[in-house]
């Protein structure tokens, strides 16, 4: 064995996206998911942990109902993730519900990959973060793919800031994947 073998290594793997989420959620408290993810959304379910539960919803409308129960009785944010622009168009009546009931709630909606964006792929929302307002008190689609865990942390402020309420956060469908880290 030389000096080399022994020493740690230096090599250290950087998070990705989905990773720092999922610790963030941990520390919130917020290990339960409801969803009902389009092909946009399905990256955010890789090697899902053991530690989480999902709740899986067959309309989008109902998936937001559930969160806004759960949330209440938990008295903690309730995490949400629905498909892009239509998911979120049949989820409002629900996230106009949950805003009056002052009901924290962090959602996710899915988003095309970024490289397409600008030819207006089919599943796109072309403004994700105006689709719901005024019914969030905060909507936001990051500029890059390792500002996404910084988004969901502040989502999660400002849904449980009184008065509380549900915030949005679209996430690009390659993102997941990306670096957490950078500089």
């Not at 909507?139 to 449980?160: G, N």
Request: aromatic share 10%.
């Amino acid at each position: 064995m030389t000096i080399a073998d022994a020493m740690p290594s230096r090599h250290v793997q950087t998070p990705t996206v989905r990773d720092a989420v999922m610790d963030l959620l941990r520390r919130f408290g917020m290990t339960t998911i409801f969803a009902n993810p389009g092909s946009t959304e399905l990256p955010l379910f890789r090697n899902f942990p053991d530690d989480f539960r999902y709740i899986l919803g067959l309309q989008e409308a109902v998936v937001v109902g559930m969160a806004d129960g759960y949330a209440q009785a938990t008295r903690n944010a309730a995490f949400v993730n629905l498909h892009s622009a239509a998911g979120v168009g049949n989820a409002m009546g629900n996230i106009f519900t949950a805003f009056k009931n002052h009901t924290p709630m962090v959602i996710t909606a899915g988003q095309q990959a970024r490289s397409i964006l600008p030819f207006d792929p089919f599943l796109a929302s072309r403004e994700a973060t105006e689709l719901p307002k005024p019914y969030v008190k905060w909507s936001i689609e990051p500029a890059r793919a390792e500002d996404v865990p910084h988004a969901i942390a502040r989502a999660y402020y400002l849904a449980m800031t009184q008065p509380c309420g549900p915030v949005l956060v679209s996430v690009p469908v390659d993102d997941w994947d990306r670096n957490a880290r950078y500089g």
